[in-house]
């Protein structure tokens, strides 16, 4: 069986922006949450490639499905951990902060921090993929602030093996095909 490298994140960050560039597969990609609603893969290699959908808000879709998504995706991972190579957290760089904020002054758990804790508790040493890094003007301190948010201490340069800011839109994904190479 092929080891997976799993892109997962909530709706519309981008990862399956980022699918296409690490495989060049085509697959649909949307300005609308929601897009990808089962899981894509490809093989490249021996590794296999899965783009799943996005938790937290969707349009147009019924909010018992959009709660599905994330159990669907705790579920996957827990019954495929021993096949995961790699965890790709995809966040969006330019609005995490901001709903997490929101999360947090409603007195919930963010979810991508729950994400993120949940990938850690299984043992999967998750990398995260900061994206949308092309929207984000005060780059350094952003990431300081997206690390710490995560439990991890500023500065995020001492985090490059575990973060890397790109712009898959962009073609910019240098840092994570770094830290790809790094794990195979
Ligand atoms: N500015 C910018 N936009 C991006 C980047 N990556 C993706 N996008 C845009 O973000 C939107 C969502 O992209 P998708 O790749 O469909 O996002 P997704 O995470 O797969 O979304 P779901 O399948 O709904 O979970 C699209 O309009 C993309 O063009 C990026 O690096 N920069
Ligand atoms: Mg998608």
Redesign the pocket.
Known sequence: MSKQIVLV?R???????LFKQLTGKWVK???R????VSPGRAQKGNILYVDM??YGY?HRVPKKVQEGTKDFIVRYMEENRDEILLAIQ?IDAASFLEIADRWEGKGEVPVEIEMWEFLKDLELNPVLAA??M??VINQDQVLDWIVERLGMEPPWTGWTGVIAPI????GQIEPLRKIIQSRL
């Open positions: 994140g709706s519309n960050v981008g990862k399956s922006t990609v949307g300005r949450p929601g897009v990808t959908p996005g969707m995809v994206n949308k092309d929207r712009s898959a839109k962009t």
